[in-house]
């Protein structure tokens, strides 16, 4: 479980930290009530990055958090902007998981009627992976798992763009490692124009399983996935071995 946009905060730094707590302590019954069917990812209150670091010890400590959940950017600050290192150095410290959902920002009424709408969270995604990239917290926190939402927007099909590329010596460079080292979803790249290439630079081992339900059916997805050209064991650890290895918390019991 986790908070899609808009998240929690809303100019009062007071406020979000309540709505988060609350949000997360919610997630936590759940996990609790239900045993082995749920997992959370932890609300944090950003950009009150003091906030952040009260509630990640408190969800991670005292809730049991599997991980935590951002927005691509919060007041136009991407997540590499060094305003969050102390929130990205605690996670990197706790070998976190971090999943992350795009913000639509100020590109969403650039089309009439809404029609902005996905190449904006698209690029919200790609920008903020971008950020990661420039100010090297990849590099630095090696630790965080993060995964991108949507297959990565457009990161893996624009990767010289984003200075990513096989070196002189034939091995990928820091940012393709980078992008190769950082999960992804399958919600909204599931079909085959968009597999070709996201194959080619996401190992499979990376992506996991995702819909974007109600915008998209699970049904509609997992037919997408099942017509494209993987392997019975590689559909499998899309659809299930790969977020188990993710969360060995979740195996217990599985089949």
């Known amino acids: 479980m ?3 946009e808009p998240s929690v905060y809303f100019g009062d ?6 709505l988060a707590r609350e949000c997360n302590e919610y997630f936590a019954k759940l996990v609790s009530d239900h045993a082995g069917r749920f997992g959370m990812f932890a609300t944090l209150p950003l950009p009150d990055v003091d906030g952040a670091l009260k509630e990640i010890a408190y969800a991670f400590d005292s809730l049991k958090a599997d991980g935590v959940c951002f927005m691509s950017s919060y007041e136009g600050k991407y997540l590499g ?15 976190a998981v971090a999943y992350t959902h795009p913000f639509r920002g100020g590109m969403i009424n650039m089309l009439p009627d809404g029609r902005a709408m996905g190449i904006t969270l698209s690029t919200e995604t ?9 100010t ?13 939402s949507h297959g990565g927007g457009t990161a893996p099909y624009i990767t010289s763009r984003l200075g990513a590329a096989i070196g002189p010596d034939g091995k990928p460079n820091a940012n393709l490692a980078a992008l190769q080292k950082f999960y992804y979803d ?14 080619k630079v996401v190992p499979n081992s990376h992506i996991l399983f995702g819909t974007d339900y109600p915008f998209a059916q699970a049904a509609t ?8 050209s993987f392997t019975p064991a590689e559909l499998r650890a899309i659809e299930r071995d790969n977020a188990l290895a993710l969360f060995p918390r979740l195996k217990a019991g599985s089949a």
């Open 2 to 4: 986790s908070t899609s």
């Open 13 to 18: 730094a007071a406020a979000a930290r309540a």
């Open 81 to 95: 902007d060094p305003a969050f290192a102390p929130v990205m150095d605690e996670l990197n410290r706790r070998k």
């Open 126 to 134: 790609t920008l903020t992976i971008q950020s990661i990239l420039y």
């Open 136 to 148: 090297n917290t990849a590099t630095r926190c090696p630790d965080i798992k993060f995964i991108w």
């Open 186 to 199: 399958t919600a909204q790249a599931f079909n085959p124009y968009t597999l070709a290439t996201f194959t």
């Open 221 to 228: 997805v997992a037919k997408g996935l099942a017509d494209y």
